[in-house]
């Protein structure tokens, strides 16, 4: 997967699946897959700006925290999950206002 919105695609759906994880397979399958996601993130980094960068590791930490695989600073997977979903938001308007840019 080498298209950045559609990894944004991707983390979105975990953020919606992070919400409704009943079990722990379901919570690790999550958690792998943020990570994989990230991953493919990191080897474009020379691509992003910071401010890129710093929303998509917020949201990738949410969405662990909300599985239970990252601290939760004693906030609640809900919260996580919409926080995730702000992020996520935010990092979306980012890369399409990259793309512009570079057309």
């Known amino acids: 997967m080498n298209d950045q919105l559609l990894m944004v695609d991707r983390l979105e759906e975990l953020t919606d699946l992070a919400s409704e994880a009943d079990n722990g397979f379901e919570r690790a399958a999550i958690y792998a897959a ?3 996601i990230k991953t493919q993130f990191d080897a474009i980094e020379h691509d992003l700006n910071v401010y890129t960068l710093e929303k998509l590791s917020s949201a ?5 925290a909300a599985v239970g ?3 939760t600073n004693d906030h609640s997977a809900d919260q996580h999950v919409s926080w ?3 992020q996520l938001s935010v ?5 399409q206002e990259s793309k512009l840019q570079k057309q």
């Open 34 to 36: 943020t990570q994989a």
């Open 60 to 64: 990738c930490w949410s969405i662990r």
């Open 84 to 86: 995730a979903r702000g």
């Open 91 to 95: 990092l979306r308007d980012l890369i």
């Open 69 to 71: 695989y990252d601290i």
